[in-house]
């Protein structure tokens, strides 16, 4: 009987020591180089890769490498690793780890929509719904986020037919396909 248990006892030991090596950092998946720095046009640390083709954005050459270090101090900031400028084994690693596809960095912070609104009172309109649910349903979602929000700020939220200064639409944006 006690050599039963003490052959548990060793399984689970073992099985314990094996979970552990499977989980150490250095056994994550990495991204390359280039895959990083997709990530960081993806998430926004750096102007979107469509905008910097079409030449809309992105720095020249001379920057380049410049504006890549600030892109990755700001990630590791955002995911609270040491701030090093540098894509180190770390940070390929956080870069790595599942996530949904809304970027970090707001576009107000590439230029295109304002920091802060200039006014509490603000509205807002549905603009189309989605086809997953009813759109009964998807407007009254909405107006209770709004409440939410108004409960905890000092804005408030009113519903308008079109042009609302706060646009909703029914597709996704967390880049899941979701």
């Given amino acids: 009987m006690t050599a039963i248990l003490l052959s548990f006892v060793l399984i689970g030991i073992f099985g314990s020591v094996l979970t552990v ?6 056994n994550q998946k990495k991204l390359s180089k280039s895959d990083a720095q997709e990530y960081l046009h993806k998430f ?15 720095p020249s050459l001379a920057s380049a490498r410049e504006d ?24 390929r690693t956080v870069m790595a780890q ?5 970027p970090d960095i707001a576009m107000y912070t590439l230029g295109r929509a304002p920091l802060k609104w200039k006014k509490n009172a603000l509205t807002y309109s549905i603009d189309s719904y989605s086809q997953d649910l009813s759109s009964s349903i998807q407007k009254k979602t ?32 967390t880049g899941t396909g979701k």
Avoid at 71 to 88: N, R, S, V, W
Avoid at 98 to 102: A, D, K
Wanted: with cysteine; charged share 25%; hydrophobic share 45%.
């Fill in 44 to 58: 926004l640390y750096l102007p979107p890769l469509n905008l910097v083709a079409a030449g809309h954005a992105g």
């Fill in 98 to 102: 599942p996530r949904c596809g809304v």
């Fill in 142 to 173: 909405v107006q209770e986020a709004f409440q939410f929000w108004a409960a905890v700020s000092p804005l408030t939220f009113r519903e308008v037919a079109r042009e609302g200064d706060i646009r909703e639409f029914g597709l996704g944006i």
């Fill in 68 to 91: 890549l270090k600030k892109a990755i101090m700001q990630f590791q900031k955002t995911a609270d690793i040491p701030q090093t400028g540098i894509l180190d084994d770390e940070t």
């Fill in 21 to 26: 090596e499977r989980w150490r950092p250095e």
